[in-house]
């Protein structure tokens, strides 16, 4: 007659046995003592008497060997850690894991053993790669069609102290773009930092000590990354022109904020030249305040105050990362 405690048993070798994660049991100095039936299997183990009581962080290399020897002592301290590495199987195939470990507490309420569980990853990794090569093969492309583009206007655009000033515009906003785009390449063109987004677009303008840069932690699309990009360099080749940047003495204060559902953007100048109101606006300023505030569902606006350009932006956070 089978025993519940029989059944039990039999349940969980078979739960085990199904399971495609790797799990294991660890000593407290660090030895292999147990491997899953499954486990294995997806570590292509034949006979796991070959490396049972082997340093369990061996199997690691590199940053890997580090993190495993990390985890252990962790575990002993009775606290969880987790870490992703590459170790190749027993049949020296190489393989990505994701590995969580934590300690098996004994009747003592102390850690007498460590459990780890490895899951393989390497389809996932060997995906981001490939994403990242074609990010990559992308980023390459763009730059030989803005070179090219550029060479055009170049060929195109002639004559005259304007038509100069007409393409330096022209080629500045392009190169903006250009920018924009490789931040957003970087991340696979899902999502951009704006933070990130601020500090790399006003770079190319000024010493980054003239800003103060402050806001919660933002992700923008690459909708209204690269409208805010272009709009950040509209606002700084003004400052450098005309305004804050144009004096030593000139401060740029650009902070956000998320507050009830609303975000809210402000670049403040001060420390420049007195500012007069424009008689007519450029294409800078009707891009800023227009076509800005239709990607981000919102208003924009300048304002001229004496002390300094001031212009704010606010729409609704779903805005931020809607494609």
Known sequence: MTTPELRDARFM?????ASDDCIK??????????????????????????????????????????????????????????????ADTAAGNPRYWDVQVGPIIGPD?????????SRDITMIKEAEQRQRLLSLELKHRMKNTVAMIQAI?????????EVDAI?????ARLNTMASAQDILTQTVWARASLGYLVEESLKGHSDLSRFRIEGPAVELSSKTGLAMALALHELATNATKYGALRKDS??????????????????????????EPPTRRGFGSRMIERALAGYFSGTAGMNYEPSGVVFSLRGPIEALTAD
């Open 250 to 275: 000139g401060r740029i204060d650009v902070n956000w904020s998320i507050t009830g559902g609303e975000f809210s953007f402000e670049w403040r100048e001060s420390g420049g030249p007195r500012v």
């Open 167 to 171: 393409k330096e515009a022209f080629t």
């Open 109 to 117: 309420g102390q850690p007498e053993a460590i459990l780890s569980v």
């Open 13 to 17: 070798r078979s739960l085990l046995a």
């Open 25 to 86: 049991v660890i000593d407290l100095d660090g030895k292999l003592s147990f491997m899953s039936e499954g486990g294995q299997r997806v570590m292509e183990v034949s006979d796991f008497n070959a490396i049972k009581g082997c340093p369990w962080p061996d199997f690691w290399a590199n940053q890997g060997n580090a993190d495993a020897r990390f985890a252990i002592e962790e575990a002993r301290a009775g606290r969880s850690y987790r870490f992703q590495g590459a």
């Open 153 to 161: 206007a170049n060929q195109t655009i002639r004559g005259g102290p």
